[in-house]
């Protein structure tokens, strides 16, 4: 079983709606979750990051983290053709100890 | 912001030559650092754990004689693909938590392409 699974996508929206992207974890000790965003060819960055139950807003993103149901998600509000791109869940700590543990990630397309 | 700076960002190497990769923590100090290797269309995988001062920690299935991991100060960490084969061209990412900050910090990632 994969520690950080994520739906490969495509997904696709349309300019200005709300995209959203789920991920789910296996290591029920993990502690800190992260949203990175990966364009093609280019390294990861980092866009949020939880640690507490509920939901944390930064801008047009809000993470949401719901530790018994093993589940975070990331919505994207207002999304723009800029926002295309692979978007990774990972998460720190459990069994994992200090290693940030990536999911496969999924690919977001805005549509113009 | 924390910056890793990574070098090359790309190279072509032939068959059997060696490539060293350089990962340096350009405004804070990091004892460790990570490693990953992307493949197209998948996601990061985690090589090895490098140490300052200490033997690299590999992930199972690496070949720690392969991949040969250096971390000889608070501020640079090398990976050297020694015997490079077609199979080991990849996107190589150097990764380091800066103390202070959440998440990890990614080098720019290195192409290595082995003809």
């Known amino acids: 079983q994969k520690e950080v699974e994520q739906n490969s996508g495509p997904l696709s929206v349309p300019e200005g709606a709300i995209a959203s992207l789920n991920c789910t974890y296996s290591d029920r000790g993990s502690q800190s979750f992260f949203w990175y965003r990966q364009y093609s060819g280019k390294s990861p960055e980092l866009i949020m990051f939880i640690y507490s139950n509920g939901d944390k807003e930064d801008g047009r993103f809000t993470a949401q983290l719901n530790k018994a149901s093993q589940y975070v998600s990331l919505l994207i509000r207002d999304s723009q053709p800029s926002d295309s791109a692979t978007y990774l869940c990972?998460?720190?700590?459990?069994?994992?100890?200090?290693?940030?543990?990536f999911g496969p990630g999924t690919s977001l397309s805005v549509i113009p | 912001g924390a910056v890793v700076s990574q070098h090359p960002s790309w190279v072509i190497c032939k068959s059997g030559t060696s490539v060293k990769i350089e990962c340096r923590s350009l405004d804070f100090q990091a004892t460790t650092m990570f490693w990953y290797r992307q493949f197209p269309k998948q996601s990061l995988m985690l090589m090895a754990t490098?140490?300052?001062?200490?033997?690299?920690?590999?992930e199972q299935g690496v070949e720690k004689d392969k991949f040969l991991i250096n971390h000889a100060s608070l501020t640079l960490s090398t990976l050297t693909v020694t015997s490079a084969h077609p199979e080991d061209s990849s996107f190589y990412i150097c990764s380091a938590d800066p103390e202070g900050t959440e998440g990890y910090t990614f080098g720019s990632g290195t192409r290595l392409t082995v003809v």
């Open positions: 990972a998460a720190l700590g459990g069994t994992s100890y200090d290693k940030v543990i």
């Open positions: 490098s140490n300052e001062g200490s033997k690299a920690t590999y």
